[in-house]
């Protein structure tokens, strides 16, 4: 457990809904429930439940996005390349909501989506997540408790959030889980396992990263941390080469550029994509920001590193 929240503390750990589900329902105010849809290619990852958890996985809408909370049943729903045009490059995508929802469209599913057209085997790991209340007003009366405490402890002289450490053993097995998956099925699904990697967001991008430094059975090819956070680590000898993305606008930022440097120092390849503009949350792109372009650079960074040739038949 030390292991764990030290790693979490260099990593500045966020809950990274915080301040980017604060402005949107500043703006809007509005989340709608959503009927649980259907799901018909989820594998359960047989991960088990959320401890303390009395409600039920129900899901909302909020700027056109359906997103689920209370997940006590991790999955992992493939998204394959048409016959033909897969390279064996495989990802594991995590979507983010700091650990208390999951953007599963906006950050998973049309990111999946957009791998597969580019022939690459991807993953949408559902993980479970931290519970919050049962009725949409309880949860967003937590959720405002939460911002408002935030809001003050910036007021009270601080320049930033205090990073707040969590304890992701549950997260952390369902992404072994998905990955032993993977390699089991490798033939199945047509997966090179020398080249097998994670992209997530936001909280995601802090499973990816945590699922790096800690876990002892994933041999990730490569990842791709999307607007997580930006504080120093211990970088594992064995640490896979990163493509990291963030915006200046985004408040994870902050001027810091801790995990690049880490990274660097520790002789790994790495490639840092620092976007004028995009603030946090925008998945493959928001209309008129610059970063709308970092898809297109990470499939070239595949590209070049040799992640997108042709899977090798022999």
Known sequence: MSNLLNSLGKFSLLITFLFY?????????????????????????????????????TWFRQWGDPMARNITVATLTPFLPE????NGTTVIVAPGGGFRWLSLDNEGWKVAKALADQGINA???????????????????????????????A????SRPRPVQRD?????????????????????WGVDTDRIGMIGFSAGAG????????????????IGPIYGGMGPVEVPKDAPPMFNVIATDDFLFN??????????????????????NGGHGFGLG?????????????IHWLDVNEFLSEKSTD
């Open 123 to 153: 993953f949408v790991l559902k993980y479970r997540l931290h519970p919050t209340p049962e009725s949409l007003d309880g949860f967003r009366e937590s959720m405002n408790r939460t911002f408002d405490a935030a809001a003050n402890s």
């Open 83 to 86: 016959p033909g045009k897969a």
């Open 286 to 298: 928001n209309p008129n920001r610059t970063s709308n372009r970092w898809f297109d650079a990470f």
């Open 255 to 276: 001027g810091q550029n801790g995990i690049i440097e880490s990274w660097y120092k520790a002789g790994i390849p790495v490639e840092f994509h620092l976007y004028q």
């Open 155 to 158: 007021q009270g002289g601080e």
């Open 21 to 57: 589900a604060n402005s949107i329902m500043a703006q809007d105010g509005t989340i709608y429930p959503l009927e649980t849809p259907d799901e018909p290619n989820a594998i359960p990852l047989g991960t088990g439940g959320v401890k303390d958890q009395p409600a039920s996985e």
């Open 168 to 188: 992701l053993s549950d997260q952390l097995e369902d992404a072994e889980a998905a990955y032993a998956m993977i390699v089991e099925r490798a033939e199945e």
């Open 207 to 222: 499973l990816t990263m945590h699922s790096t430094l800690n876990s002892k059975t994933m041999k990730l090819a490569f």
